[in-house]
């Protein structure tokens, strides 16, 4: 099949560039986001997150004609869902009701011969639930669940693997996944994913390539919470965890990750327990490493509460009111405007919280506050290491590894200022 027109669900860190850079290709692609503001800014050629290079490519397809974005679904000869996968409850249950309103959103615009794809990191079994909600919801068509490979809808699940900051290359350059219903829905997916996937199309089945994204996460999770646990052993022990991690890594066999504050962002901090809420029993390893890293903002935490003390030790005329601590990074992850599951933006609040004097928040990919700390001031680097008397690295930008504060008490998770 020769696909002319692609409606992409969801035009976020993911959504957006995957819709451009099929555009790019001469697709006409149809963005659909519930949120109107970045529906107006993408019209308008412009972006509404940060990505390299993402800009001069929405610009061009808008102006070409060949991206638009609008917050209702139009019909297409393709569907790609791109809508987030959070949690509900506090028990880390996945929370699929995006997904769902996705599928009733799109259902109506579905013609025989259509594919539809769930990009969207999900649980195993997901896909087969979104098929299941747009059969219900389209009871005139077939869908493979029912009739296999002579279905009217192709449903497909195809997991993105990009880093951020490098997604406008890798989303061509890397393999992909192809997780159809059927060996048909492969090989429409495939087609579509050609147009401008340079690297291999590798074809399983849904439920295998659900479960590898949340494999791949989890290896990466695993080994950061081996870092995080062994810089608190480290800490007990008085020993230089960055010292003795490069000691480490100079046996050849051995790679033992950077320690840091915990683990964010919309993938690793979350994928994990999508394995565990389905396999409880079996996932002990996983779900010790996700309680290791969701530890470490806490054992930050008490590192800050240590410094104010020691501070008003050395200064014994000043009171709490008096110190004025800064906050360095507020992202995920370094070099992004990404705040999503942040440990930064966490461990932030918290001294917000607790911390009685100033709290200065420096994060140079932003110029607004998310609304939990948005009466806090956002200030420069330059100032905050001015001003404060304690500085607390979460976050290792580019911008904070060419200088730091010269003054002041340091606590350094990520090890670019020891």
Request: some cysteine; aromatic content about 6%.
């Amino acid at each position: 099949m020769k696909f002319t027109s692609l409606s992409v669900i969801g035009l976020g860190y993911i959504g957006l560039p995957t819709a451009a850079v099929f555009a790019s290709r001469k697709i006409k692609v149809i963005g659909v986001d519930v949120n109107q503001k970045a529906v107006d800014t993408i019209n308008q050629g412009k972006i509404h997150i940060v990505e390299p290079d993402l800009d001069i490519v929405v610009h061009a397809a808008v102006t070409e004609g060949y991206l638009k974005a609008t917050t209702a679904p139009e019909p297409a000869d393709a569907f790609i869902v791109a809508v987030p996968t959070p949690f509900k409850g506090d028990n880390h249950e996945p929370d699929l009701s995006y997904i769902e309103a996705a599928s009733k959103a799109i259902a109506p615009a579905l013609q025989k011969g259509n594919l539809v794809i769930l990009e969207s990191t999900s649980p195993v079994g997901a896909t087969e639930q979104m098929a299941a909600w747009l059969a219900e919801a389209r009871p005139d068509l077939t869908f493979p669940q029912t009739h296999g490979e002579d279905s009217d809808i192709r449903v497909a699940h195809c997991p993105e693997r990009v880093l951020p900051g490098h997604v406008m290359r890798e989303l061509i350059e890397n393999d992909r996944v192809i997780g159809g219903m059927t060996p048909k829905c492969s090989d429409y997916a495939i087609e579509l994913y050609k147009t401008f996937v340079q690297g291999e199309c590798v074809v399983t089945n849904a439920r295998t390539a659900e479960m590898a994204k949340l494999t791949e996460n989890s290896f990466r999770d695993v080994n950061i919470a081996f870092a995080n646990e062994l810089s608190m052993i480290c800490d007990k022990l008085d020993i230089n965890i960055w010292e003795l991690i490069k000691l480490a890594n100079r046996h050849p066999r051995v790679n033992i990750l950077q320690p840091g504050p915990g683990v964010g962002g919309h993938c690793i901090a979350v994928d994990p327990w999508f394995i565990v809420s389905k396999t409880p029993e079996q996932a002990r390893l996983i779900r010790t490493a996700r309680e290791v890293n969701d530890s470490k903002p806490e054992w930050v935490i008490e590192k800050v509460k240590i410094a104010i003390f020691d501070f008003l030790q050395a200064n014994p005329t000043k009171t709490a009111k008096d110190v004025t601590v800064a906050c360095y990074g507020l992202a995920f992850k370094p070099d992004i405007d990404d705040l999503r599951e942040s440990p930064a933006c966490a461990i932030a609040q918290q001294i917000i919280n607790f911390h009685q004097g100033t709290v200065l928040l420096v994060e140079p990919n932003i110029e607004f506050l998310p609304a939990k700390l948005s009466n806090n001031e956002l200030v420069a680097a330059d100032l905050a290491y001015a001003k404060a008397d304690i500085h607390i690295l979460l976050v290792d930008h580019k911008e904070f590894k060419r200088q730091g504060p010269t003054n002041g008490l340091v606590v350094d998770a990520k090890g670019i200022w020891l």
